[in-house]
């Protein structure tokens, strides 16, 4: 790999808008999490860091500063940048590359995908992270408790968000009322979001989840018969999973509800970006691989004897100034943007 000293070059990494004390800032967010931090910097140092491409200089990031702002960065300063990032591991750097191997390295032999949001996204305690989320049951906002006789609907699927609880819990607990009570079932499909770039459309893994209650169970034979009737491998972008949030909420509601007695596994399904197809106005269908895991999923769904629920984790439409809008949404863009989701779900619901 090459080391890029004279001309860094910085990964793909998460940017977004910010505001620490008044001020407006840029935070930088590395979607491995490889430091565990994330960094807030200063509009015009964060011009620089846009300028560390792997073909720019020190010396043709000052004049590229002066065009911009009019006055001259010393080169230490620009250094002091460099090695910061650098510390952090969001330089395509050999410091970088080989913590990126060894981590890569570890997970690929640990049978387990270990919480990645405790602490942070949920409560570690399991006594209390069960009364965070029946409290999203129980607030005004809420769905009430779901029933303890369940329901004559037989619930197939469900949509559910994958934002943090804080702002959609009560979100999370509408849909969950709804599994809690019309699915029955002993293995959930789930369907996550994939916010880090795929090679395929489709990223699978056989390693357990680990949960404040202990590690959920993926079903290795379903996926042992998945294999079979599916030509190419989609275990290529398994490693998106040890960072990637979306199925690990999920698992918190799904254990956070269900008695010790009724245990359930999963089937850990990462969706890449469909991008391409929306552009083309085609269906993703077309996209390579996406038929074939499709028809595999089916056929090994339709062999298999398992109560079996499918569950995407999937927000809608990101909105307001952290997501790149220019303004705040407002009361008129909120209900404008509800119909257009209503109108985009009707094939679904139907």
Known sequence: MPDGKDRPKLRNIDVFPAEV?????????????????????????FFLITLLDG????????????????ELVYSEKIQEVIDHLDTHFLLESARFWEMDRRIRDDFKKSPIRPMVLVGEG?????????????GYFRKPEGPGDPSEGGSKTKLAGVIAPHIDFRRGGNCYAFAHKAIRESAAADLFLILGTAHAPTQRPFALTRKHFETPW???????????????????????DEFVHKTEHSIELQLVFLQALRPKESPFRIVP??????????????????LPGVRDFLEAIRKAKE???KKICVLASADLAHMGIRFGDPEPPNPMSLQVLADEDRRMLEPVRN
């Open 21 to 45: 004390s008044g001020q407006r800032v840029i935070c930088l967010r590395d979607p491995l999490n490889l430091s565990g931090k994330m960094l807030f910097v200063p509009i015009p140092t």
């Open 55 to 70: 073909r720019n200089s020190i010396h043709d990031i000052q004049a590229e500063f002066m065009r911009r702002y009019g």
């Open 122 to 134: 949920y409560e570690q305690n399991p006594l209390r992270l069960q009364e965070d989320i029946r």
């Open 214 to 236: 202990g590690a959920v169970e993926t079903d290795q034979a379903f996926l042992t018969d998945f294999e079979k009737k599916c030509p190419l491998d989609f275990y290529e």
């Open 269 to 286: 399904i990462l969706c890449g970006s469909f991008h391409e197809a929306i552009v083309r106005d085609h269906s993703p269908l077309e």
């Open 303 to 305: 062999g298999s004897s």
